[in-house]
Nanobody, 120 residues
């Protein structure tokens, strides 16, 4: 079994910064692509940024230039540094990871989410 645990969310004023973390633990052989998604109230869950196991990042246009995704493969942990936050960034942020487990192949796991609230 594999667990993803997010942390680092909270309340911040517009223009402020937050750093989210997502740690994977359990029966892990390798963690492939990891990604951050967010879901605002009444809206669908959307991709924010992703990163391959080799460290290649991808961002959606709305956060490009204001966010930085990174990972520590030794700790199976991913980070999202978010700067110049805007009120429209208020959402529950979820982490996702493609994990190769023992005898299971590759499975997509999700964390429980962490709330980010940006006040104007």
């Amino acid at each position: 079994q594999v667990q993803l645990v997010e942390s680092g969310g909270g309340l911040v004023q517009a223009g402020g910064s937050l750093r989210l973390s997502c740690a994977a633990s359990g029966s892990i052989v390798k963690v492939d692509t990891m990604a951050w998604y967010r879901q605002a109230p009444g809206k669908q869950r959307d991709l924010v940024a992703g990163i391959t196991s080799e460290g290649r990042p991808v961002y959606v246009d709305s956060v490009k230039g204001r966010s930085a995704i990174s990972r520590d493969n030794a700790r199976n942990t991913m980070y999202l540094q978010m700067n110049s936050l805007k009120p429209e960034g208020t959402a529950v942020y979820y982490c996702s990871a493609d994990v190769v487990g023992y005898g299971l192949g590759t499975v997509d796991y999700w964390g429980q989410g962490t709330q980010v609230t940006v006040s104007s």
